[in-house]
């Protein structure tokens, strides 16, 4: 399985920050939205991104306060990225290394989509589910008067 079988699944709506905007404008849309991070983009571009992580590290800093904090500020600026052909075995080692949560997926330098870790695990149960009920049903039409090598 692929990242672009998740993303086809998925659907492609992005919500995106821009660096320079108040981050109490980003966490209202985050809000409002009940996703748990924003592409951070400028001039078209993945400057990086910001999710809860970042905002409580902010508050931390700040004695509990946002205040007049902006986006780059509080922004992830290196984030871990992937592409659509990036298998999800390998996606899932990189986001467990890194304890990331969520990851853009770039095609050359176009954005492509966001997966998240939620994203990732429902593609593996799905994936298993359906390995399930095509092994049962293998088992249910199995030839009559057969039966099937012990162990």
């Not at 931390?60 to 904090?69: A, P, Q, R």
């Not at 290394?97 to 966001?114: I, K």
Request: with cysteine.
């Amino acid at each position: 399985m692929k990242v672009n079988d998740i993303l086809r699944v998925k659907g492609g709506t992005l919500y995106t920050a821009h660096p320079d905007e108040p981050l109490a404008k980003a966490l209202d849309l985050m809000a409002e939205k009940d996703i748990g991070s924003l592409v951070v983009m400028e001039h078209g571009h993945l400057a990086g991104m910001l999710t809860f992580r970042e905002v409580i590290q902010t508050l931390v800093k700040n004695g509990g306060s946002i205040g007049t904090t902006i986006v780059r500020t509080a922004m992830d600026d290196a984030p871990l990225t992937c592409t659509m052909e990036t298998d999800m075995d390998e996606v899932r080692r990189m986001m467990l290394e890194r304890h990331a949560r969520y990851m853009p997926v770039m095609e050359a330098r176009m954005l492509m989509g966001v997966i998240s870790f939620y994203d990732v695990a429902k593609a593996v149960v799905d994936s298993q589910n359906f390995e399930n009920q095509m092994l049962k049903a293998y088992i249910r039409d199995w030839p009559e008067g057969e039966t099937p090598a012990a162990p």
